[in-house]
């Protein structure tokens, strides 16, 4: 039994867990602030500072979870790489699904 096809595995669930987390506080955030301010997209709360009304502890709370679940992501990631070697197909599998999930939200899908 080797540990290379264990562990990417477990790298593969870790990533799916945390991307599901990050998708669930980024529908958080963007419900808060359209609470806030109706009509914000996705792409409006990336620049807050362009909407003082989002000038709110709860919503910066929010974002600030977000942020961290983020940076966790990247984090991980990049572990990934080095623990498998730079040749894990779950995190670029990740990344992709990353990608397209990131597309959706800026396209409305």
Do not use: Y
Request: glycine share 8%; aromatic share 4%; charged share 30%.
């Amino acid at each position: 039994m080797t540990g290379a096809p264990d562990t990417r595995q477990l790298f593969e669930r870790i990533l799916s867990l945390i991307e599901a987390m990050e998708e669930n506080q980024r529908q958080k955030v963007l419900s808060l602030a359209r609470r806030l301010l109706p009509g914000l997209t996705p792409e409006d709360i990336r620049n807050p500072h362009d909407f003082p009304d989002l000038d709110d502890p709860d919503w910066h709370f929010e974002d600030g979870q977000l942020t961290g679940i983020q940076s966790v992501r990247f984090a991980l990631r990049a572990l990934s790489g080095e623990v498998l070697s730079h040749g894990d197909q779950g995190a670029s599998r990740a990344d992709e699904h990353q990608e397209d999930a990131e597309e959706a939200e800026q396209t409305g899908g």
